[in-house]
């Protein structure tokens, strides 16, 4: 069984940053993709990035790249999502994922932590 707890989201301005945290818990957590996808309020749910198990390859959504990086520390489990020049189109709902490419979706979720970006 893995957790997930997410954590690091906020209030930012337009142009703003945010640093988001996912801390993973259970077993064969180091040798899984991890990922981010978000939800706005009223609409579907959308992927942001993901993460290989090496830390090596990232993909990142069309609507996102170029402004987040997404990373991961296996020794403490956790993986990262830096957003930077924040918009108000950025504003959801985010939540930490194993296996994001997972064609039938992803194997776990996080409760997601809410991220909002004043016009």
């Known amino acids: 069984q893995v957790h997930l707890v997410e954590s690091g989201g906020g209030l930012v301005q337009t142009g703003g940053s945010l640093r988001l945290s996912c801390v993973a818990s259970?077993?064969?957590?180091?040798?899984?993709?991890m990922g981010w996808f978000r939800q706005a309020q009223g609409k579907r749910r959308e992927f942001v990035a993901s993460?290989?198990?090496?830390?090596?390859?990232?993909l990142l959504g069309d609507a996102v790249g170029g402004r987040f990086t997404i990373s991961r520390d296996s020794a403490k489990n956790t993986v990262y999502l830096q957003m930077n020049n924040l918009g108000p189109s950025d504003t959801a709902v985010y939540f930490c994922?194993?296996?994001?490419?997972?064609?039938?979706?992803?194997?776990?979720w996080g409760q997601g932590t809410q991220v909002t970006v004043s016009s």
């Open positions: 259970g077993r064969t957590v180091s040798t899984s993709s």
């Open positions: 994922v194993t296996n994001p490419h997972n064609p039938s979706g992803p194997d776990y």
């Open positions: 993460i290989s198990r090496t830390g090596q390859n990232t």
